[in-house]
């Protein structure tokens, strides 16, 4: 299991964003050489944990919770196939493009040790946007994407420090539940009675996510239908 790539990106102008101003960081690149990470401060005020990275729209990205972005070579690939066109690493806006891992299988709560310095934890998975939708190009796409259910993970920093291409990863710990980023991710788009499920999973998770499972569940109970 290994990094691939580390990607950044400048803000840059698009009709495909509602942020302030029209700019959006979507447009990532591989960068050589160390890249320092680090926690950026709360959602809404804190941007990219990536140095060098832009975040435009604060409302919906960036912050501890959503530091890092990263996503599996294995599933560009899986995405050349199907649009019969080249994705390089950054392509999906990921930070981080990694190799030998199951991204999307990772648990909720999920530690990663990169390199010697970076510790990173899993907090759910991204949920696509209109502005993804204008970077990749294609009719659909946030359906498709969210069809295929292999979202990439979203990644808090617990121990800030350096990384590098190539560097190893490893799995350094794992909770003692079974709610998947993919499993959260389904819960949160097309399969809401899932929600009171990944309850269990509710101190690790991101924000957001974590308030659209906790009010499905307060409304319908832990027992909703198709819960269990």
């Given at each position: 299991?290994?990094?691939?790539?580390?990607?950044?990106?400048?803000?840059?102008?698009?009709?495909?964003?509602?942020?302030?101003?029209?700019?959006?960081?979507?447009?990532?690149?591989?960068?050589?050489?160390?890249?320092?990470?680090?926690?950026?401060?709360?959602?809404?005020?804190?941007?990219?944990?990536?140095?060098?990275?832009?975040?435009?729209?604060?409302?919906?990205?960036?912050?501890?919770a959503?530091?890092?972005?990263?996503?599996?070579?294995?599933?560009?690939d899986?995405?050349?196939?199907?649009?019969?066109?080249?994705l390089?690493?950054?392509?999906?806006?990921?930070?981080?493009?990694?190799?030998g891992?199951?991204?999307?299988?990772?648990?909720?709560?999920?530690?990663?040790?990169i390199?010697?310095?970076?510790?990173?934890?899993?907090?759910?998975?991204?949920?696509?946007?209109?502005?993804?939708?204008?970077?990749?190009?294609?009719?659909?796409?946030?359906?498709?994407?969210?069809?295929?259910?292999?979202?990439?993970?979203?990644?808090?920093?617990?121990?800030?420090?350096?990384?590098?291409?190539?560097?190893?990863?490893?799995?350094?710990?794992?909770?003692?539940?079974?709610?998947?980023?993919?499993?959260?991710?389904?819960a949160?788009?097309?399969?809401?009675?899932?929600?009171?499920?990944?309850?269990?999973?509710?101190?690790?998770?991101?924000?957001?996510?974590?308030?659209?499972?906790?009010?499905?569940?307060?409304?319908?109970?832990?027992?909703?239908?198709g819960?269990?």
């Open positions: 299991m290994k990094l691939l790539s580390v990607n950044t990106g400048p803000a840059k102008s698009s009709d495909h964003t509602d942020s302030d101003g029209g700019l959006t960081g979507v447009d990532k690149r591989p960068v050589t050489g160390p890249v320092r990470v680090f926690a950026p401060g709360p959602k809404g005020v804190g941007g990219s944990g990536v140095e060098g990275d832009s975040v435009c729209d604060l409302r919906f990205h960036g912050g501890d959503r530091a890092v972005y990263a996503y599996a070579r294995e599933d560009l899986s995405w050349e196939r199907e649009l019969g066109r080249p390089a690493e950054g392509s999906f806006a990921e930070n981080l493009t990694t190799s891992i199951d991204v999307s299988g990772a648990l909720i709560g999920e530690r990663w040790r390199g010697s310095d970076v510790v990173l934890e899993v907090t759910g998975g991204r949920v696509p946007c209109r502005t993804f939708q204008g970077h990749i190009g294609e009719r659909g796409w946030v359906r498709r994407f969210t069809r295929a259910g292999a979202p990439g993970a979203l990644l808090r920093v617990i121990e800030p420090g350096e990384f590098t291409a190539g560097d190893p990863i490893e799995i350094v710990h794992r909770p003692g539940h079974d709610i998947t980023v993919a499993l959260l991710f389904r949160v788009t097309v399969e809401r009675e899932l929600l009171p499920r990944t309850m269990v999973a509710a101190e690790w998770m991101e924000p957001g996510l974590l308030a659209v499972a906790r009010e499905y569940t307060d409304r319908y109970g832990p027992s909703a239908p819960s269990h």
